[in-house]
């Protein structure tokens, strides 16, 4: 790698939407020598270079993977390519995760290349551990990231050539917007920036609170009210068993009986699910959760709470009304030990949590039309089969920190083959 310089203090966005903090103390910026830009506050905001080879958008698990395969390429950040993110700070989608969801409750955090997490306290944050990990991460490999930018477009810049440049188009949060032109995208913008929402009859007239785990900070949010958490995947756990201890009063809705694997969550486990996920992507359909996929580990808090009955399912959702919810009711063909047999009806709820997942952030790619007929993007794990200037990195099985990993790498390397061509 070019000799690098210190180039400034990140001094910005060090606490998340909660309010937890995200980094310890401000960790001065790494730009490679040759980078000229502008800062802002101590954040990089700008670059003087508008026409570079490749622009990777999205700087998680993903996007820093990307990023870091291409500069292993001999590709130089800033020059050869740049790394827009739409947060404030480091961290991904992991730096707006609540701050009950420490590192010891997630599936597990997968190191990037080229330096390992490390062994952090699994009573801390996960928001605040890898916010921290992917600073460290962008400092040590001069990313230059330059946040906070919105990419709110990419176009061809001729019409059914694909060999023409693309036109990246990004807004800051004060709306400033600039435009870039480059060879080949990797996009890495994850998915936590689109939330699902189910649609129900009613949901509409509903007056209490609707949100969704996307806005989830803390129990303490919801004293005194009864909260119907809807999801049968590890947030609607994770977030039952905390407002329960809290003495707030839950109902849990989802579609099927929740299943509870008695195994542990390892790298086994993961690779399986992501296996099942892979074949949907290649061929193009629409793309199932990773997360959703994974299951549910038996552990002895989530045992407690069948136990204690904060998890036993109502089942489906028929309607929503001004006051509440409709449940269908579960028949005996359907029900099981967390999803008892019940004729379901009215209940009374003030607040509805969606923890019902999310879909692919991908509106930016539009213009370019790379979706199947089927819906979803069809890849060979990174690489649009319809675009060769199009790379897709945590996409698909790759939604989990093994797989963004992965296919970061990927991306990386069939980018950079790609301009080499
Ligand atoms: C509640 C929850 C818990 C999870 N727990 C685990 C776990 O324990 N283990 C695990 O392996 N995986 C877990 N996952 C999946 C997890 O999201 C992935 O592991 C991984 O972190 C995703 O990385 P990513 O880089 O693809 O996306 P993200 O981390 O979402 O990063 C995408 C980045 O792109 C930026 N971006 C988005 N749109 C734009 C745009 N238009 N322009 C510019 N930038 C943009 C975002 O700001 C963000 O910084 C969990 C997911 C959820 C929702």
């Given at each position: 790698?070019?000799?690098?310089?210190?180039?400034?203090?990140?001094?910005?966005g060090?606490?998340?939407?909660?309010?937890?903090?995200?980094?310890?103390r401000?960790?001065?910026?790494?730009?490679?020598?040759?980078?000229?830009?502008?800062?802002?506050?101590?954040?990089?905001?700008?670059?003087?270079?508008t026409?570079?080879?490749?622009?990777?958008?999205?700087?998680?698990?993903?996007?820093l993977?990307?990023?870091?395969?291409?500069?292993?390429?001999?590709?130089e950040?800033?020059?050869?390519?740049?790394v827009?993110?739409?947060?404030?700070?480091?961290?991904?989608?992991w730096?707006h995760?609540?701050?009950?969801?420490?590192?010891?409750?997630?599936?597990?955090?997968?190191?990037?290349?080229?330096?390992?997490?490390?062994?952090?306290?699994?009573?801390?944050?996960?928001?605040?551990?890898?916010?921290?990990y992917?600073?460290s991460?962008e400092?040590?490999?001069?990313?230059?990231?330059q946040?906070?930018?919105?990419?709110?477009?990419?176009?061809?810049?001729?019409?059914?050539?694909?060999?023409?440049?693309?036109?990246?188009?990004?807004?800051?949060?004060?709306?400033?917007?600039?435009?870039?032109?480059?060879?080949?995208?990797?996009?890495?913008?994850g998915?936590?920036?689109?939330?699902?929402?189910?649609?129900?009859?009613?949901i509409?007239?509903?007056?209490?609170?609707?949100?969704?785990?996307?806005?989830?900070?803390?129990?303490?949010?919801?004293?005194?009210?009864?909260?119907?958490?809807?999801?049968?995947?590890?947030?609607?756990?994770?977030?039952?068993?905390?407002?329960?201890?809290a003495?707030?009063?839950?109902?849990?809705?989802?579609?099927?009986?929740?299943?509870?694997?008695?195994?542990?969550?390892?790298?086994?486990?993961?690779?399986?699910?992501?296996?099942?996920?892979?074949?949907?992507?290649?061929?193009?359909l629409?793309?199932?959760?990773?997360?959703?996929?994974?299951?549910?580990?038996l552990?002895?808090?989530?045992?407690?709470?069948?136990?204690?009955?904060?998890?036993?399912?109502?089942?489906p959702?028929?309607?929503?009304?001004?006051?509440?919810?409709v449940?269908?009711?579960?028949?005996?063909?359907?029900a099981?030990?967390i999803?008892?047999?019940?004729?379901?009806?009215?209940?009374?709820?003030?607040?509805i949590?969606?923890?019902?997942?999310?879909?692919?952030?991908?509106?930016?790619?539009?213009?370019?039309?790379?979706?199947?007929?089927?819906?979803?993007?069809?890849?060979?794990?990174?690489r649009?089969f319809?675009?060769?200037?199009v790379?897709l990195?945590?996409?698909?099985?790759?939604?989990?920190?093994?797989?963004?990993?992965?296919?970061?790498?990927?991306?990386?390397?069939?980018?950079?083959?790609?301009?080499?061509?």
């Amino acid at each position: 790698m070019k000799p690098q310089h210190w180039f400034g203090e990140i001094a910005v966005g060090l606490k998340n939407r909660c309010g937890n903090s995200l980094r310890k103390r401000a960790v001065p910026t790494r730009v490679s020598e040759n980078w000229t830009g502008e800062l802002e506050r101590g954040r990089i905001v700008g670059n003087e270079n508008t026409r570079v080879k490749i622009v990777v958008i999205g700087a998680g698990q993903a996007g820093l993977s990307a990023a870091h395969t291409l500069v292993r390429k001999s590709l130089e950040p800033g020059t050869d390519f740049i790394v827009l993110d739409a947060n404030e700070g480091p961290g991904g989608a992991w730096r707006h995760r609540w701050p009950s969801l420490t590192l010891g409750k997630a599936h597990g955090i997968h190191d990037l290349p080229g330096l390992e997490l490390g062994k952090p306290d699994p009573e801390e944050p996960a928001s605040a551990v890898v916010s921290r990990y992917y600073g460290s991460y962008e400092d040590e490999f001069a990313l230059a990231v330059q946040r906070p930018y919105r990419v709110t477009g990419v176009r061809s810049t001729r019409e059914n050539d694909l060999s023409a440049p693309l036109e990246i188009t990004a807004r800051r949060a004060d709306g400033a917007e600039r435009t870039w032109t480059a060879q080949a995208i990797i996009n890495a913008t994850g998915a936590w920036d689109q939330p699902f929402w189910p649609y129900y009859p009613g949901i509409e007239s509903f007056a209490g609170r609707q949100l969704h785990t996307k806005d989830y900070c803390s129990p303490q949010e919801f004293e005194g009210q009864r909260v119907l958490v809807v999801g049968g995947g590890a947030s609607a756990v994770q977030f039952l068993l905390p407002l329960a201890e809290a003495g707030i009063d839950t109902l849990w809705s989802t579609r099927r009986a929740p299943v509870f694997l008695d195994r542990e969550f390892d790298m086994n486990w993961g690779i399986d699910v992501e296996r099942r996920v892979r074949e949907r992507t290649e061929a193009g359909l629409q793309t199932l959760s990773v997360v959703g996929a994974t299951g549910l580990a038996l552990t002895d808090e989530y045992k407690r709470g069948i136990d204690q009955g904060t998890l036993i399912s109502r089942g489906p959702l028929r309607s929503i009304t001004t006051d509440g919810v409709v449940f269908a009711g579960v028949d005996a063909e359907a029900a099981g030990d967390i999803m008892p047999a019940w004729p379901g009806g009215h209940e009374h709820v003030d607040v509805i949590l969606w923890a019902t997942g999310f879909k692919p952030a991908l509106k930016h790619l539009a213009p370019l039309k790379l979706r199947s007929p089927h819906g979803g993007i069809a890849t060979d794990g990174a690489r649009v089969f319809v675009d060769p200037r199009v790379y897709l990195a945590g996409y698909g099985a790759g939604a989990s920190t093994i797989g963004a990993t992965r296919t970061g790498r990927l991306a990386g390397t069939a980018a950079a083959q790609f301009i080499a061509d």
